[in-house]
């Protein structure tokens, strides 16, 4: 269900070379640990290739993308506990989709834009507030 929104600015990202790991803290404060392969990238066809999103979704982590992972909503925000300084610089418009998301922090960004390069780890929050009340049902 990815693609492109015609309708935000390009955003400029840099891809990994090598080998990282990516720490996934779920909601139910388990963690799964992803070691991100760049040969592998994208892992699928949702979020920025290379993306937070793109990589949890491959690898079986559900991290929900109401909108398909092109920026055009606030459910995948994750909080970047650990690497932020090796992801992409965040747009206006990711920035401006992050302000509906509940209890952002400095660290907040949404997972769909969130694209490491790979020069370190990562520890990526999901916090208990993301999820689709629509599909849950609460």
Partial sequence: MG???????KTEVELPTKPYTITYRLPDKTTRQVQVDPDKIPYGPTGLPGSVLNIALGN??????????VCACSTCHV????????????????FDQLEEAPA????????????????????VEIPAVNKNLVKEGH
């Fill in 3 to 9: 693609g492109t929104n015609p309708y935000i600015e």
């Fill in 79 to 94: 909080i970047v506990k650990e690497g932020l300084e090796s992801c992409n610089e965040g747009t206006d418009d990711e």
């Fill in 104 to 123: 952002i922090t400095l660290q907040s960004r949404l997972g769909c834009q969130c694209v490491p390069n790979g020069t370190m780890d990562l520890v």
């Fill in 60 to 69: 079986g982590i559900d991290l929900e993308h109401a909108c398909g992972g």
